[in-house]
């Protein structure tokens, strides 16, 4: 049998581009969105274009992860 250990600091390319992906789609369909017509187009622009904004914000000034003892 094999003993599990925990990893620590290694995170796989899904991992790590996984938001960011994401978040570059939502801005892609915000763009679109945008371009294509009125109405509730606006509101899908504005949604989709405001959730990066959002979540620079919340990275920027939202809580700090505190650091645990090993």
């Known amino acids: 049998m094999t003993r599990r250990t925990k990893r620590t600091g290694t995170k796989t390319l899904g991992e790590i581009f996984f938001l960011p992906t994401v978040i570059g789609i939502l801005s892609l369909i915000g763009l679109i969105a945008a ?36």
């Open 35 to 70: 371009l294509v017509g009125d109405g509730v187009w606006d509101a899908v622009s504005w949604a989709s274009l405001g959730i990066p904004v959002i979540v620079t914000v919340w990275m920027i000034w939202g809580p700090r992860p505190t650091q645990g003892r090993n």
